[in-house]
């Protein structure tokens, strides 16, 4: 993750970028440039602050600063499901996703349709239900998995729905 600053003076700027872990900033030894990349970002990171001091060099009293949160997530892991399932006229079928991230989940099923996926309106929790199935069902439905609030979490999940009719004797 990479920190710039944009900052002008009709003097030589100096930079010292800082961090906080909850315990106060503290200068990040050799950070004295106008950006500064925090390496091997973990999770424990998360919500860790970090600043720059702006000053013009050999100035006194010039100092100015802004800072700026970090926030780390892992992706959601999907641990099982949903799975395939066949189905007979008239029945009711259940898909279920098993997933877990160390933030909130939000959760968007969703049905191919013309080999594009379109949203299942109201369809945002870990199951999805589709009541009194018939042939118009039969296809392929995935869910979209993904952290509330952060961009670029999404994973997904899809299995078939087999829909067949019983013999008439």
Sequence with gaps: VTFDVNATSTTTLAYQWQENNGT???????????????????????????????SNAGVPNSDVNGSALLGVYSLPVIHN??????????????????????????????????????????STTSSLTLADVNATHAGNYRVIVSNVG????????????????????
């Design 81 to 122: 499901g949903p799975d395939d399932q066949n189905a007979t006229v008239g029945d009711n079928v259940t898909f279920d996703v098993n997933a877990t991230s160390t933030t909130t989940l939000a959760y968007q099923w969703q049905e191919e349709n013309n080999g594009s996926y379109v949203d299942l309106n109201g």
């Design 150 to 169: 952060v961009p670029n979490s999404d994973v997904n999940g899809s299995a078939l729905l087999g829909v067949y009719s019983l013999p008439v004797i």
């Design 24 to 54: 106060g900033y503290v200068d990040l030894n050799g950070s004295t440039a106008s950006s500064y990349t925090a390496a091997n970002v973990q999770l424990a990171d998360h919500n860790n602050t970090y600043r720059v001091i702006v």
